[in-house]
């Protein structure tokens, strides 16, 4: 099994609907993200969480918001989808007590807004 | 001052081939500096990374050679082979804050 496990993996949905996608880690890492993923833009971060009680905004937090539900949780929101927020979402999770602080990623879901 | 440019863009080489992939930088409070692969349908993952207080770093294959004075890095691939091909990102981060991420290198090497 995965240990960051993203739902759903592909999803479409119609301009102006409210869409949620969730992440779930095994790893017991205390810091998760959300990165999007466009073809020549690379990997962005939306919003990032290094614990329960604390969220922060990314470099592209417009049209998002996201909930930690628990240590293992973390879900991003799409309010009312537009079809520029058609991407490949990405969940992460870090643990800076290890090595580096190395970025383990989800398989990643595919959201398209039409 | 936060960009990490990459290039180029997409490479293809043949097997056997050393593919080189560059990256630079402009924060110099970066301290970490990783490279993730990237196989189709999947999520990025950690391949290989080197701090400013080395010059290269090889592992297996996979070779990051790092350019403090110039701020660049770059991933050089030995002996090139089909399965290496991916879409690699090199990354920077500064402590154990965030990663700011390249554009991405999709690198095809044909049999």
């Known amino acids: 099994d995965a240990d960051v496990t993203q739902t759903p993996r592909n999803r479409i949905t119609k301009t102006g609907k409210r869409i949620m996608l969730e992440c779930s880690q095994t790893k017991g890492h205390d810091r998760m993200y959300w990165y999007r993923q466009d073809p020549g833009l690379g990997l962005r971060l939306i919003y990032y969480?290094?614990?329960?009680?604390?969220?922060n905004k990314g470099e592209i937090s417009d049209g998002y918001s996201v909930s930690r539900q628990a240590q293992a949780k973390f879900s991003l929101s799409l309010e009312s989808a537009i079809p520029n927020q058609t991407a490949l979402y990405f969940c992460?999770?870090?643990?800076?007590?290890?090595?580096?602080?190395?970025?383990?990623f989800g398989e990643g879901s595919w959201l398209t807004v039409v | 001052q936060q960009q990490v440019k990459q290039s180029p863009q997409s490479l293809i080489v043949q097997k056997g081939g050393i593919p080189i992939i560059n990256c630079a930088y402009e924060?110099?409070?970066?301290?970490?500096f990783p490279w993730y692969q990237q196989f189709p349908g999947k999520g990025p993952a950690l391949l290989i990374a080197i701090r400013p207080d080395v010059s290269e770093k090889k592992e297996g294959r996979f070779t990051i050679s790092f350019n403090k004075s110039a701020k660049q890095f770059s991933l050089h691939i030995m002996d090139s082979q089909p399965g290496d091909s991916a879409t690699y990102f090199c990354a920077a981060s500064s402590g154990t804050y965030k990663y700011i991420f390249g554009t991405g290198t999709r690198l095809k090497v044909l049999a």
């Open positions: 924060n110099t409070a970066f301290d970490y």
């Open positions: 992460a999770t870090s643990d800076p007590r290890g090595s580096g602080n190395t970025i383990y």
């Open positions: 969480s290094f614990d329960v009680k604390d969220i």
